[in-house]
């Protein structure tokens, strides 16, 4: 299994390598964007629109916990931010604003007016901007928030800064959930229809238009504009790993003490890594949320921190390309996998515990290959550089690494 | 003894360092206790009733934290399926009284007898679970980085939370034996429930013996000599690996008696009880210091209280209620894990 998977990458390397690197990723863009055409309009290129979205929940969290070493297993608390950004700035959550006219934002004809009885237009009540500008509003707040809940965890390593992420992604949503008459206690606005949830949801218009780009039957645009928030997204990654604050992610996630020795700034350092991954969060959450037309606190779940965990796991940590094949393909197998072997004579139906699969394969991946399908050299290196230590102190025994606290 | 040193030094040495130990050995305590007297004052007989809650349903919370506590004294991991065998433990327990054919009709001493067989019997699955475990998710990644076996007792939980989900995919009520709702007796006006007897009743025991246990017996002397030097108790002689199984038996035993406990108190069971279960659980364990087992227990009961005051849903004219308590209790678990990461009364973690 692995020489093949070696043997393959072989030749995976030297095709790349005979094309130079540019005119491979524009191929490669050129796929993407040609995509809706081979998989038609059906379930395929719904899927694909969702997959899209959490290929940017995956390269942000891959900052947090592949380039800085920080394991966060609350990430969904930023996806829920995000969501309720757009819920908020795009929808008639709060009829009262503006005298019941509602604030109208270059939004489109949709959003804006609706047709009464008699045959006049009337404002729409509620918040309506542009979904292009949502989304940089949603990215600034969620990176606000990605500081203020990195901040009390930068003294923590490891694993309890994993538990207290944990525990921020379990109490944002509960915030949420329970503001349906203001906020603790103050005040009597509804931010979230409790567990019914916001919806409907404003769709996507060019600012420079009135008209809605895609409808429920030709979902087209909607891939358009995903793919081209993931390309914004790789871009940006690309650009962050190669900078002096990539490389300071690097150095912090291999040893704290060397890089804070060596005058790399740990608190903002990972403060950035927290801020950054969040943006992307609430990037793809506030897509989610128009595209889904609906946000909902149940979407919300700790599940849904470890199904985009298990991602990068599977993708491989640290590697931009290895975490958006761990994204797609999980994101893929989510939605056909898991009802296709519904077929085999197993008594149950495994898209109900789809969660339990993910759960096996990063117990499996950990267990047997963990540094993921594509790794980066670097965290490959790091990943197996206990047992070649343990086997040279197998006199000791093969315990000796298992006290070290090392990120 | 830490008291007086404090005294004896206090002119020798800095005395801005000594006063800012003191304040954070006892504020986060003092907090507590202020916090509770206020509430106190508030509603008094409400409160009374809540802390007799608390403290019953708390100890199903330190069962499990010992578990956790244990574990992560020994191997330094936070053994994340520790929840779910507590779930499994629950599930057991209902399901063997289904075999059995016991409900709420059968005579009494037979029904005593199905208890304690049915609780042997779960708090077995639930120790060989936790074995299993251990030899399937955790051995292998001994000399990982430490957050490869994290992750891999994520899926671990997930995995199992899922077997819970397709063994019992619904809600399922467990037979009520021993009349949980019933008052057993009244004191300052507050109904003692026949379920909280029960829940001190199981408890207590279990809580001496395991005291005990790793207090006073050979096995115990191991299980320390190994939490404090693994490669120093191998070279004297201790078979870590033997040492470690056991560490992870005792915790699963502890987590099955839980489970059951819970079924019976609680009346109902479902397969997701463990994750929230064990993050109450865990808060516990931290907040007693993790590595220090009369700290679990102690942080079981504090943890016991503060859900069922926040349960109650009012505080200090504070609208609370079961829906905010979840955002209560990791309130507290990230409070205790930022400021007071050893814990409540625990000593310097390598951690903190």
Redesign the interface.
Known sequence: MSSMLATARTRFDSLTATLPPPLWMLGGLILAILFPYIAGTGSLLDASIQTLAYVIMALGLNIVVGFAGL?D?GYVAFYAIGAFVIGWFGSQQFPDINGGKGIHILSSDRATFQLKLNGTHAEIPGIHINFFIVIFIAMAITAVWGILLGA??L??????L???T???G??VP??F??STSGL??IGTTDFSNGRQGITPVDTINLPWSKDLVYSDLNLKPAYWVALGMVVFTIFVNRRLRDSRLGRAWIAVREDEVAAASMGVNLVRTKLWAYAIGAAFGGFAGAFLGSYNNTVNVDQFE??FS?FV?SMI?IGGMGNIWGVIVGAVALSMLNRYGLPELNQLPIG?DPT??S?????????IM??LR?EGLLPSGRRKL??HE??T??EDAAV???????????? | MEAASITETASAGPPARKLSDVVNAYALPLLLVLALVAQFAHSPHDTLDDVKTGLSNGTIWALIALGYTLVYGI????NFAHGEVFMIGSFVSVSLWATFGVDEGTAMPLMIGSIIVVLALAMLASGTLNVLIER??YR?????????????A??????L???G??WR?TPDSAPDLIGSQKDYFTIFNVGIEHSDVFAVVVTVPLLIALLWFVGSTRYGKAMRATAQD??AA?LMGID?DRTIQLTFLLGGLMAGAAGLIYALYNGTIRFNQG?TAG?IA?TAAVMGGIGNLKGAVIGGLIIGVIQAISDSGDYLG??LGP??T??VV??V??MV??FR?QGLFGEET??G
Not at chain 1, 155 to 160: F, N, P, V
Not at chain 1, 355 to 363: C, D, K, Q
Request: aromatic share 14%; proline share 9%.
């Open positions: 394991l297993l009390p965890t003294r923590l390593r490891g694993d309890y994993a538990i207290v944990l525990a921020f379990e109490i509960r915030i959930e329970n603790f206690g700790f599940g470890v965990l796991i149950f109900s515990v969660y339990g699969v993910f759960g096996f394969f990063l117990l950990m267990v963990p790091e990943l206990g047992e230590e343990g000791v025994g093969d315990m000796s690494q298992m006290y070290e606290v090392r990120q | 191997v330094e991991l936070i399937v998710a292998p990644l001994r000399n990982a980085p430490k957050l490869a076996p994290l992750i891999t994520i899926g671990m939980s997930f995995i939370q899922n077997v989900l397709l995919p693994p490669d191998r870590v994750f993050l865990f504070l609208p829906q905010w979840p955002a990791f309130g678990l990230i894990m930022v990461p390598r951690e």
